[in-house]
């Protein structure tokens, strides 16, 4: 074995010693990692609810409460004894392309796994669990089994440099950067602030198949989302919102893209002004989004 090998071999074992112990299994879905006193950061899509167990390196498996949850970002904080185990660092200076990182992994608690890569992709677009579209993901080559979303790659100091998010084709992995917004939202869901995007419980069709449905049926072309879609008990339903209804604005903000909409709302206090396409007639809608009252009106 060449002296390359051997420091990579003693790497590895390194982090698993000083690190794993902060790998943590979530639920049987997937993993987290210890971010703070009582704090894991993990992926919302390995959630069911409001709580969850997870389950640490030396078997302890301990009930957790979500703190704050993004689930257009994929990013969930939860509250849970996490005893003495330490948590992870985060790195000082983003990862490049080339860069040599790390991957562990606790799949549902299981046996922990430690992997290695290079970052194959900088600044990813993607789309997150509610088809909200996510960027600045981190592309990396770190082979890891299923159940890892939620899990770290770090570099070889140990740093934490993102949270895993899920495979992509090839065998590649996407992970969420962690950064100055990854730390707001930590501390802000520490703190009890974060909760999750406001969601009108809609299904939509993106607006340039939007535009061509109005041109096929005879309506002049309009390109913005259209509803296919709703939860008539939701926020929109509640306010009389229909399928086949086109959001043409919501506040002060043009919407001609679903990431619109999605910025908007991830904004949005609890009401929210809306105006609408239906047919050829404008309609202005207020959405509440915490009364099970609200009802709209035409302008």
């Known amino acids: 074995m060449s002296l390359d090998h051997q420091e990579l071999a003693a790497t590895i074992r390194g982090l698993a010693e000083r690190f794993g112990p902060s790998v ?137 440099v993102g949270i895993n998010t899920h495979r992509v084709d090839s065998g590649f992995y996407l992970a969420l950067p962690t950064g100055e917004d990854f730390r707001r939202f930590v501390e802000r869901a520490a703190a009890g602030e974060v909760t999750t995007r406001r969601s009108l419980g809609i299904a939509v069709v993106p607006p340039a198949a939007a535009r061509r449905m109005r041109v096929a049926v005879g309506l002049p072309p309009v390109e913005s989302p259209l509803i296919r879609g709703l939860d008539e008990d939701g926020p929109a339903g509640r306010a009389g919102l229909r399928r086949g209804d086109q959001i043409l604005r919501a506040g002060d903000v043009a919407i001609t893209t679903v990431e619109d909409l999605q910025r908007v709302l991830a904004e949005a206090g609890s009401t929210l002004a809306l105006r609408i396409l239906r047919g050829t007639d404008e309609i202005d809608v207020q959405v509440d989004f915490d009364s099970t009252d609200a009802s709209g009106g035409e302008a």
Do not use: K, M, W, Y
């Open 24 to 160: 943590v299994g979530v639920n049987s879905r997937g993993c987290g990692v210890v971010v703070g006193d009582g704090l894991v950061i993990t992926n919302t899509h390995n959630l069911s609810g409001a709580e969850a167990v997870v389950t640490f390196g030396d078997g302890r498996q301990v009930e957790a409460t979500v703190a704050g949850a993004d689930i257009d970002g994929d990013l969930a904080v939860l509250r849970v004894d996490t005893a003495d185990v330490p948590p992870f660092v985060e790195a000082e200076a983003d990862v490049e392309l080339g860069d040599v990182v790390f991957g562990l992994s606790r799949p549902g608690g299981r046996s922990l796994r430690v992997t290695v890569g290079t970052v194959s992709s900088v600044d990813r677009a993607f789309r997150g669990p509610r088809g909200s579209r996510i960027t600045g993901g981190v592309e990396h080559t770190a082979p890891l089994p299923r159940g890892s979303s939620g899990g770290p790659i770090v570099d070889a100091s140990g740093q934490l």
